[in-house]
């Protein structure tokens, strides 16, 4: 009763945990002094957003959130590493900023206001005058938006040539690539007008970042390609007349998954085994919205897999306690023909089939347990921003990060000692020399190595382990029962016919 006690507990606490663990903090909104006049920031759960009143532009889309082996950066064009430290390059023309005629610049100033809708949504308003036209921009954030926003853009007055600039246009090698996108096509240059239906959106794709803006609503608007009074090269819209727009801007990670929500999956070449990737991405991603909570989602998707590949398991561990229990006939063997290595082979494949045990049977379950190993840590690092954004689990409030207190690996690191321990009880003589001592401290060496490893992976880790020891239990209990079976007397020989 105990057992059954404490595992309805652990059941609970985990329910519970989901619910209790704090919610991803509100917008949160500033007003900043810059070399480009004032400048308002909105922080959500991912980015951190800076307009500036000069230029009326997006300054930065600083991607402050970063999950293993990433970094954060700055999506809009033309911020760069110096000392270590982000820098915008001198002279680099801003995204929205409106070019009227023969201008390369923007140096009007803009008036600029945020609204709220609730403390999760807000809305920058900008509107400013430009010779004779009249421009307003407006962009939609939220909180738990995954690198998106929400943009609207309308210049009206008189007929001149209006270009709206996109951002900055890097060069050299290894710079994100400038794509557009026409009848849920991907280019590498602009089409000449009336060879598409219609033109809807450009950017930049790079191996880390993407910055680019699909259009939903729009006409009359055409890519172009230009420099700016500094000599810099940009990329953006051209029109005429009154023009307006209405899209949604993804600046951040290069993440499939991300771009597929917002439109963009198509801006992604897969590789084959991208895509089996994918596919357990959506997987894990229906199972979180099965649960609700990224760590049933784990848990679940531990037993899922723990079930299918229960039938190859368990000849694995059949075969894996057979030859513990032949390991003192096995050792008897080896002394007794140490010298005689042919001999040697006979006896043991004799021995092997007398006992019907296969020395290389539980090969294929530990080939096939690896790739889903791998395919699970990607999951979860490609998933880091809806892991983040979403509800935390027990004590850990994000999945995708290292585990705060380090309790999952103590837990992991106990549990493979312990699982070490009943193997060795299990054998019918102690083990003796170097692979007794690896025993113990592979645990501990996985430990330290894998400290910084997402609190998800652990969590799998932990129940993988859990399970395997239970399942071994399983098969202890069919081995003994097979062992007290009373043996069949040998069938007696036929008579002999006349």
Known sequence: MKGHTLLLLLVAAIGWGGWLSAAPQPLAVEWLSTDRGRALEVSGGLVRYRFTELGGALQSAYVYFSTYRSQPLDAVPGWTLVDRKLALAPGVSLPFEIWVGDAQSDSHLYTLEVSHADEATATVSMSGGIGGLRAEKEFTLRTDALYTMGVRLRISGQGERVRVVVGHRPSGKGVPELLFLYDDRVYASPLAPGTYSRFQGLGLVGKQSVFFLRLDEGSGLVPFLGVNAAGQPVFGLEGSGDVSFRGVLYAGRNRYLLLDKAGLGMLVDLSFFSRFLVMVMRFFEWLYQLTGNYGWAIILFTLITRVLLYPLMRNQLRSMAKMQRLAPKLKKLQEKYKDDRETLHKQMMELYRAERVNPLGGCLPLILQMPLLI????????????????????????????????????????????QQWLTQRRLPEPPTGGGQAMGWLFPVIMAVFFLSFPAGLWLYWFLSTALQMGQQLVVDWELARERARPVPPPPEDEPAGD
């Open 375 to 418: 395919l699970l840590w990607q999951a979860i690092m490609y998933s880091a921003e809806q892991i983040h954004l979403s509800p935390g689990f027990l004590w850990i409030r994000d999945l995708s990060q290292p585990d705060p207190y380090y309790i999952l690996v103590i837990l992991t690191t106990g549990l493979m000692l312990f």
